[in-house]
């Protein structure tokens, strides 16, 4: 009896199966089935991957016709079902090849059938609003809906941050980091982990969000002596290599490696090679690091010979700096762990 | 027993568990296309089973040509006719590999050898294990013991050519679900009892082990779920004619009247809490166990009589599915 829903699609007698459709999703609703039902329902019945993003509760299902969750978040360009009443939330079918003669009706019930299931108040909160106004796949018009409910007009800059002390009501979380949304381009306090940008056009904020990510990869951790707080704005060419290259091939280079390897009997490397980059001379790199000067020079003569070249001069500063940045993005998203969906 | 009414068999129906709010619309639309069991409506129904119940879509048992496909008519119990066995093996020659031999559902009056074989068909497409799958004879034309000396039969001739089939014999399990379920424990009581083929492990889906209507789930089904109490009823009535209920029943046509249970193999057994043979199953678990068998007992909550077979999308299906997959790898595993 496997694939026996399946038959839908080769059922002759289209009205009918039209209304095996109809009564399908119906029947979910009368019971109260979960939205999960919902998403895998759609799949069985049209024989095609079906998914559901609900931006507003950072949500993403995809179920196989068979039942299986898929993870990830590889949408494709599917066309979007909207979800009525329910801002930035929408479904789809991952159809190869023509469209099935029911695709489009068995979105739209799911739709509905999502649409009755849905808890209370269907209007995002406004953390769920604060998500939809990052989201890059919400549409547009929802965003701009979202952008007025949350009062934002102008320049605004987001913040990611593993820290919620942040000047502003306007938070939600993506994973386990902070998101928060400020009016303005606003100074921000530098006692917490934090990557920010600013759009000048709250629409461009899914932009913003992104640029600010990449802040965030470059920032270091709290209570070291380089900047835990990065504003996208002020990275500029640092910016390329943070974004064009992933955490796995950054601690893939040879000099990153290197770096983990000595840091593992020796914690001070990092933060010395820091201190040596950031200051004009020894002098004021030794007190940074509040060290006798003597002693930094026999750490880096050590450190010269453990690296193969001399972090303090010319093109071997050069090569120190990029890897110190390197190593920044592969340690960037130690702490960001991202939930999958279930 | 002809006289009895269903009312005195049924005076009343007890509560029963709520289906699982996910297999509700499929439960619904199955019912508008079954009409209820009876001795009019049976030869539609056989003929609906005929490429698997409900007019499933046939199965490629060669997966894409990584089974070989083949039928062998082999000697019945002494006296009666010749039994025709599906045997699905790899097509890939290697050394012996361990057995599943399968009993068919269709409540003892319809089905045949292909039914449900599919569940194994991964199995041999990797190259782990033989299928053979055996026609008996169905009831009512055939009462009891036709069907349980038929799989009988078919099981002894399985491990006696053992070798010219490319199995195991020291590792046959016997395998079905529904009246396959009943059946495959009444012919592991029958090796059992005759010496003769040892068997490493029976798997029970959600099996049909009990004629006399004595339990809570086998009265709460009136005309709802899937094989309600009078489908049950006629099932029973088709095997044992007037013996069903009463004393002359053996317990190799209804296996829950066995009185020891010692000495059984390894047990798989399911069921979904909203069936007909749910308290006849968790009853048969116990025992086993109590008898010194080891036993993995799975109850599902919310599935109705072969849930998982006929909404394999279900989040509770999935998990029933895996876990009887992974069983089955593990049995089948050198």
Redesign the interface.
Known sequence: ???????LEVVDDDAASAL?VI???D??V?????I??VV??A??LAGATAGLHDAARALVRR?T????ALTGEKEGEWRHEPVPGHPGSWLWLERTGEDGPLDALILERAARALQALGTGSSQPSTSGLVRIVCDPDATEADRRDAVARLGLSGTATVVLSTSAHLPTTLISTVGTLVVALLPGAPSLPEDIRAGSATATDPLRLPIAFEQARTAFRLAADVGGLAPSVLRYEDLGALAVIAERISAEEAAAVGDVRRLDELLAAHPWVVETLHAVLDQPSLRQSAAMLHLHHSTLQERLGWLSGQLGYSPTKGRGRQRAAVAVLLWRVAHGTDHEVVAEPH | MSETTTEQIFPETPIRPPFDPELVPVLEAVRETLSPLSAEALPMMREQSANGLLGMDPVDLTVDGAVRVEERQVPGPEGDPDITLLILSPAVDGPPRPAVFHTHGGGMVTGNRRLGVEMFLEQVAAGTAVVVSVEYRLAPEHPDPAPVEDCYAGLVWTAKNAAELGIDPERIMIAGASAGGGLAAGTALLARDRAFPKLSHQMLICPMLDDRFETHSSHMLDDEGIWDRAANLFGWTALLGDRRGGPDVSPYAAPARAEDLAGLPRTYIDTGSAETFRDETLAYARRLSEAGVSVDLHMWGGGFHAFDMMVPHAAVSRASIATRDEFIRRALEA
């Open positions: 009896m496997r694939d026996l829903i399946g038959k095996r009564d399908h999703f029947r979910l009368d019971e109260r089935a979960s999960a039902a895998r329902a799949a069985a179920f016709p068979d039942g299986r």
